[in-house]
């Protein structure tokens, strides 16, 4: 047998068996599983989409991918608007947990949230507390679904919130 002959089998074995290997099927992590939409075997709600304070002119705007969630909210008072960028973290089903950021009266502020989403009223029940500037600002809140931003893998009833 010729070298070139050896080495073309040796070089065609070996592509035949890095197909192999990469052709395997990856297992879903048990701790995220999109496929099913469940997250340590919770079933992940769709938070995302707009929201309006149920006292005082408050709007929210937030998009979702899987258990991360971002998004604004704004709040009215006469002639002061004040926007804060929202991130949160849903864990549990429905436990929120994250950070807020603005600029209050000129000041940075940075404040700790904690909520909870709730998938029979579609709202976020909330609280607040300042961790940088704007000391003494806490307080909580309650914002209602009005509509929702609908990934693909996620499916809603048809008594929630309807799409925005």
Known sequence: ?????????????????????GASTPSAS????????????????NVSGEYAGMKGSVHASF????????????????????????????SKGTTLTGISAATVDGAACTFKLD???STTNYEITGSYQPLHGCKGDSGSFTIKQKCTYPPGEYARPQNGPKPC
């Open 30 to 45: 048990p701790a995220l599983d999109g496929a099913t939409n469940r997250v340590s075997g919770a079933a992940t709600p």
């Open 115 to 117: 909520g909870t989403y």
């Open 63 to 90: 998009a979702q991918n899987r258990t991360s969630v971002g998004g604004t909210y704004t709040e009215s008072s006469g002639s002061q608007t004040t926007s804060y960028a929202v991130e949160w973290n849903l």
């Open 1 to 21: 047998m010729s070298n070139s002959y050896l080495r073309a089998t040796l070089i065609a074995t070996l592509a035949v068996s890095l197909a192999a290997c």
